[in-house]
């Protein structure tokens, strides 16, 4: 891992908690595993179905953050997945950190959960890691993990660290991240890093609502250039998972303008 201006006493912490994956730490790696032999095999052809999601690829190619927001099941998170790792294959970037808040639930808590830090942060990562899987397979995906060419950054880490050019950072599930620690991400990217904000501003799972920063974000910053940042909303017209999810929506929206008490939105 590259990240610049941390204390020398901070780097074992980061090193300790970032090594999620256990399967990653004890897959028995050749040697002869490198950056320039894992891109060799990273052969799938990148591929957008809707509008929406050829203009997040071009984005992330143009723009230094995109952010990019709108209903479950349009295929957000996967379509920025596939950037990063066409853009690593490539050798435009080195590094892919992958930031997701770790807020649980309503009514759910983490601290059962068996296991330190690291094992308790891991599952928080799996909407990246089933796309990355699927994409180039588990035993690509644990080669890139071995070369740390893939990282979960917990954000309570980021304070005081500058994020390094040729990486590409995606931020998934940005309506459960405090307006606080948005602030905080976005001013770590250093010139030629790209950061991707991913989110659904309907599923706040936050206690406090207003606290929420993709919604925060989105109306107070639009006024920046297109090339600074991109903003690219994903609709109906986008729904890849199941079109009854549109149904479904209209109707959640519905019964919360009714009634927005039962969706806890303060």
Known sequence: MILRNMRNEDISKVEEYLKYNINANTYNMNQTVTHDSVRKEISFKLSTKTA????????????QITVCYGMAGTGKTYTAVQKALQLYRDGVINKIYLIKSVTTLQGEEIGFMKGDLKEKIRPFAYSFMHAFKKIVG????????HLDAIE??????????????KSIVLVDEAQNISISSMR???????????LAILGDTRQVDMKKGSQSSLKYFIDNFKDFDKNDIEFIEFTAKDQMRNKLIVKLEARFEKLEQDDPNVFNKK
Do not use: H, M, W, Y
């Open 184 to 194: 905080t991400i976005v001013t770590r990217i250093e010139e030629g890093c790209r």
């Open 52 to 63: 929406n999601q050829k203009k997040l690829v071009n984005s992330l190619n143009e723009s």
């Open 152 to 165: 979960f950054i917990p954000i309570a880490f980021l304070r005081g660290v500058s994020i390094e050019p």
């Open 138 to 145: 588990d035993s690509t995906l644990r080669k890139l993990e």
